[in-house]
């Protein structure tokens, strides 16, 4: 049967041409390309590719189909999709139905028979962009006016859009030994589930949540998730962060939370040319000197002092409001910032996705750094609700 005809453009005018691959319809977003060559599905349904067209780099995609255990959350978020050679049946034990027949039932409006490789080589080149697939408009250029009239991802505030509606608990498993209020700015599955494998119960909260709705739940420790967006918008997000952070509630921040935390601590974000999107980035922990093969997916990054452009990121400590902050966690590629150290109070950070969905499992020791964070910050629950700690009133104990 022959397949309906499809084009993509780009917002510089660049156009491919192919085949319609799920949806029928048009649709406009930030072209992005992902270059992992497993973990599509978790892919598909992680918030954080909210208002992005996902050009997947490996050719053949959708050979092991879909099922009801490896979603990221309750729905499909990319915009659009862009493969170069689906798969004509799906072949796994796991599978309970086909890739296109799932983004069709979402009105996921995708494309295929693309030369992705030159797509993808020509975002690296001029950078990630607007874009709009279409399998309803045959002429480029109306389809280029279109694209460019729509938003950009820069000045983006997406969090309200991909938040959950109401809290929700996340309980341990086996013992129970911490609580963590998880605040929800587009976060995945797996991230409540490797807490829960540490005995953590987990309560999910609203992006728009206050301190008081974060205290309210006897969490004994703060979890900011990934999400999609820029982070310069995420002024409220952020005036939560530093709520914890004057309160020395123990704070752990993923990806979009990495971002907002290092706003929190004064410093500035900026958009990367063509982001890191994949499940293969090398990543040095400077606090082990290991290489961590790891999960990403963010096109912003923290700026700290003397960092950025590719320059070598400083190791000293830098001053804050809050204390001494270090860059605890550096990408090999492009020495972009991918973790936070504060030195002074319970926090710290990665730019990157630990809870492995999908990906590798290298980063998943810092969870166990996270609880050991707990574990360690035992602070008084009457001090943390009265509104803060100063220094005086801690040195005794952080130094015993």
């Known amino acids: 049967m022959k397949r309906r005809s499809a084009i993509l453009v780009l917002e510089d005018g660049r156009t491919f041409h192919g085949e319609a691959y799920g949806s029928v319809g048009e649709t406009f977003g930030e072209a992005v390309f992902n270059t992992g060559m497993t973990g599509y599905q978790e892919t598909l349904t992680d918030p954080s590719y909210h208002r992005q067209v996902v050009v997947q780099t490996a050719p053949h995609i959708g050979n092991t189909g879909v099922n009801g255990e490896d979603d990221e959350s309750d729905r499909i978020w990319v915009a659009g999709y862009v493969v170069r050679d689906p798969a004509r049946i799906s072949s796994n034990w796991r599978a309970g139905g ?22 993808t080589r020509h975002l690296r080149e001029r950078g990630a962009m607007r874009v709009g697939i279409s399998s309803v408009e045959d002429d480029p250029a109306a389809l280029l006016e279109r694209v460019r009239r729509s938003p950009q991802m820069v000045g983006a505030n997406l969090s309200d859009e991909v938040t959950t509606a109401k809290p929700y608990v996340v309980e341990a498993q086996g013992e129970h030994r911490f609580t ?13 589930r490797r807490l829960a494998a540490r005995g953590v119960t987990t309560h999910v909260l609203p992006a728009g949540s206050t301190i008081s709705d974060l205290l309210a739940t006897g969490a004994d420790a703060v979890f900011f998730s990934p999400g999609p967006g820029d982070p310069a918008t995420a002024d409220g997000p952020v005036a939560l962060a530093r709520e914890v952070l004057t309160r020395r509630i123990p704070l752990f921040g993923i990806c979009f939370g990495s971002q907002i935390l290092g706003r929190a601590l004064g410093f500035g974000t900026y958009k990367l040319g063509y982001g890191h999107r994949g499940i293969n980035q090398p990543v040095l922990d400077r606090a082990t000197g290991k290489v961590e093969v790891t999960s990403h997916n963010h096109g912003f990054a923290v700026q700290v002092p003397g960092a950025g452009d590719g320059a070598v990121v400083p190791d000293q400590v830098i001053q804050t409001e809050f204390g001494g902050v270090q860059v605890s966690h550096v990408c090999l590629n492009d020495n972009v910032v991918e973790g936070l150290r504060a030195v002074d109070v319970p926090a710290f950070t990665v730019q990157y996705h630990p809870e492995a969905a999908a990906g590798p499992h290298d980063a998943d020791y810092l969870f166990d750094r996270f609880a050991e964070l707990i574990e360690g910050g035992g602070l008084d629950r009457k001090l943390i609700e009265g509104g803060g700690l100063d220094r005086k009133q801690t040195e005794g104990r952080d130094n015993a």
């Open 98 to 119: 086909g890739l296109e027949d799932r983004l069709a039932a979402e009105g996921v409006v995708g494309i295929s028979g693309v030369d992705t490789r030159a797509l």
């Open 180 to 192: 963590v209020a998880a605040v929800d700015l587009g976060i995945k599955r797996n991230v409540p």
